[in-house]
């Protein structure tokens, strides 16, 4: 018999598959990894202190900063909860344009993880399929309110910057040229018989365990868990547009990745209605007194972004500061279950699960 | 994401930007105070046409005015400048430029047309939402019977004291909270998620707030499919902060009380791996303590 040492394996925190600064020391027999243990905190901006300096509009920014890939849904949160604490009318067109660029915003995250969700297992041209089609989006945005990533588009009350003209138009002429090249990725990728290998059945759990760990988006999805705060708990004017909600049914890592194409392609088809029926005109912004003070008391929001539950806890003391804010942070809360499903898995696969969960390291930390 | 550093900046220029745009457009009237008057006859033909052709939105009009106004402001301001470098004989000789003139002419007319918009969105906006604003409505929450129902479950199940609260948080979309008492918790607990009637099996949020005169682990919890929400709350003292830990309830509080841990510095009993986890781990103190003084002042 052949003797075998344990073997203290620290991958990260700046490997390029931990997507950031993550890190995770593992313990290996042989190839087979024994014990995962995540070291976090490398991103750790204390947002959640700074905010409780800052004025509401003040935060917008650093909401950018936690999901920097889904910079659009994290806006909303926080301007949907003080919101909520006022009980602020939104004007249509604005919630118009917020659904639209939360959507869009959808689209291009996915893209990100599917590029680099294939660059982690080794496919490098996807990787760049997926960025020439982001680059689009991002162009829109960098059109809409001049940022590329960190765009502090959405108040308190509104957005801050109406459509420039034709773009609307931009954005509806982005919807075919979409599902045209979905339909490329598909048959680039999704039936490739060496990706299947690797990632069919690979980091799987049922959807009790799911819901124990509180996972939420494609990862609480894949289980065949139909959870998505867009129709189960309606916000903004999701309720006025048709779009499925796709299930998997096994929890593995092949399901999260139909899913997430699929809902790519839902997000497109809620852009289209969007888009048919967005009002000509109107304001942007709703009526705001000029210093927000939401009164005093406590809320909790949650949305759905394109990792998950992304929830918005305050309690105000009646001040233009929040006097507690805390943010669910949907990376944070998925990660979770990472040591345990790579209890038993070899190294190859510590990446094929780690890209699975979708992960956005400055959400992690915060 | 490497990109994240590249572009950090950003928003901070924007904001910048944003906060001198107003002053762009009011710049040039100064600039040209004497040539606002010979252009005053031409505001003055123009302001009906402004205001009393409002078919187009008021603040897309407005948005128009600003935009000319600014591209007027620059391009007199350069013309200004132009005339101060070319001597004593400057001032004359630009109001008799022809061209000024005309730009100035259009920069009152926009400044003009911005004021007539704003009155009309004014007078537009204040007279809606008086008329939408619905009285308070007197009548209980219409979650005022789930809550009912789950504190009367919890003093039967867990003990008749087990809550020192029960109330209905309509800022929260009406979220039914119960307060339960410290002690009481981990029981409490098990039973919210196991009692058939109760189910609460998914435990989204788990938030630690310091209210300086105790601490408190605010849990919120959902029931997937019906969407029955609550939340649930749980002090503790201050000096000596000391919370049952439901790790072994529901899974994913584990690094949820660990940060609150870590950040609060509160005691979660029989957590498996009670550590830090943002903060490394030879951090001096709490950060999200209201009270909270850096160990090292210049970090």
Not at chain 1, 137 to 143: A, D, H
Not at chain 1, 325 to 339: A, D, G, Y
Not at chain 2, 102 to 108: G, R, S, T, V
Not at chain 2, 167 to 176: F, L, Q
Request: aromatic residues 8%; proline residues 6%.
């Amino acid at each position: 018999m052949i003797r075998t040492e344990e073997l203290l394996l620290n991958v990260g925190p700046q490997h390029p598959s931990t997507h950031g600064v993550f890190r995770i020391v593992v313990k290996l027999d042989g190839e087979v990894i024994t014990e995962a243990t995540p070291v976090m905190g490398y991103l750790h901006r204390g947002t959640e202190k700074l905010a409780e300096q800052l004025n509401y509009t003040q935060i917008i920014p650093y909401t950018d900063r936690m999901d920097y890939v889904s910079a659009m849904t994290n806006n909303y949160v926080l301007v949907h909860a003080v919101e909520t604490m006022m009980n602020l009318e939104i004007p249509e067109r604005a919630e118009f344009m917020r659904l639209i660029v939360m959507e869009l915003q959808r689209v291009a995250s996915h893209l990100v993880w599917w590029g680099t969700y294939l660059l982690d297992i080794g496919a490098m041209s996807p990787f760049l399929y997926a960025f020439r089609d982001r680059e689009i989006i991002i162009n829109l945005f960098n059109e809409l309110c001049g940022a590329r990533l960190t765009y502090n588009y959405m108040r308190v009350g509104g957005v801050k910057w109406d459509a420039p003209p034709g773009w609307l138009d931009k954005v509806r002429d982005f919807i075919p040229y979409m599902e045209g090249k979905l339909r490329e990725y598909d048959k680039l990728v999704s039936g490739n018989e060496i990706f299947l290998a690797r990632i069919k059945g690979i980091g799987r759990y049922d959807a009790a365990t799911a819901i124990d760990y509180g996972l939420s988006g494609a990862n609480l999805r894949c289980t065949g868990v139909d959870w998505d705060l867009r129709k189960a708990e309606p916000y903004s004017l999701y309720n006025r547009f048709e779009f499925d909600v796709p299930l998997g049914q096994n929890g593995d890592c092949y399901d999260r990745y139909v899913i997430r194409l699929e809902e790519i392609k839902q997000s497109l088809r809620i852009l289209k209605q969007a888009h048919e029926q967005m009002p000509s005109g109107g304001e942007t912004m709703g009526k705001v007194p000029r210093v927000i003070r939401p009164p005093a008391g406590e809320v909790y929001v949650r949305i759905e972004s394109p990792r998950g539950e992304i929830g918005c806890h305050i309690v105000s003391k009646g001040k233009a500061e929040p006097y507690r804010l805390k943010f669910r942070r949907p990376s944070f809360v998925n990660l979770q279950i990472l040591p345990k499903l790579l209890v038993g898995e070899t190294m190859t696969n510590l990446i094929t699960i780690l890209g699975g969960v979708d992960i956005v390291v400055g959400e992690v930390d915060c | 994401m490497s990109e994240e550093k590249d572009e950090g900046q950003k928003p901070e220029e924007k904001v910048k930007a944003s906060a001198e745009s107003p002053e762009t457009p009011a710049a040039a009237p100064t600039s040209a105070e004497e040539t606002a008057v010979s252009a005053g006859s031409a505001t003055l033909e123009k302001e009906p046409e402004a205001a009393g052709g409002s078919e187009p939105p008021a603040a897309d009009l407005e948005r128009e005015a600003k935009l000319k106004a600014a591209a007027e402001a620059r391009a007199a301001r350069a013309a200004a400048k132009e005339a101060a470098n070319a001597g004593g004989a400057a001032a004359p000789e630009a109001s008799a430029d022809p061209e000024r003139e005309a730009k100035l002419k259009a920069a009152a007319e926009a400044r003009a047309a911005r004021a007539a918009a704003k009155e009309a969105a004014n007078a537009g906006g204040a007279a809606a939402p008086e008329a939408a604003e619905p009285p308070p409505p007197p009548e209980p929450s219409p979650k005022q019977p789930q809550l009912d129902a789950i504190a009367q479950l919890i003093r039967s199940l867990v003990h008749e004291e087990a809550l020192e609260d029960a109330y209905i948080n309509e800022m929260s979309r009406h979220m039914p909270t119960i307060i339960v008492k410290n002690e009481h918790w981990l029981k409490a607990a098990e039973r919210l998620k196991q009692h058939e009637e109760l189910d609460f099996a998914y435990l989204r949020n788990v938030s630690g707030v310091d209210y300086e005169t105790h601490l408190e682990v605010a849990y919120h919890l959902v029931h997937l499919g019906s969407g029955r929400e609550l939340a649930v709350k749980v002090k503790a003292d201050r000096s000596d902060p000391v919370v049952a830990s439901v790790t072994p309830v529901w899974a994913t509080a584990n690094w949820n009380e660990r940060e609150i841990y870590d950040l609060l510095g509160i005691t979660f009993t029989g957590h498996p791996d009670l550590r830090r986890i943002m903060m490394s781990d030879d951090w001096v103190g709490h950060p999200l303590r209201k009270d909270y003084e850096p160990l090292d002042s210049e970090v």
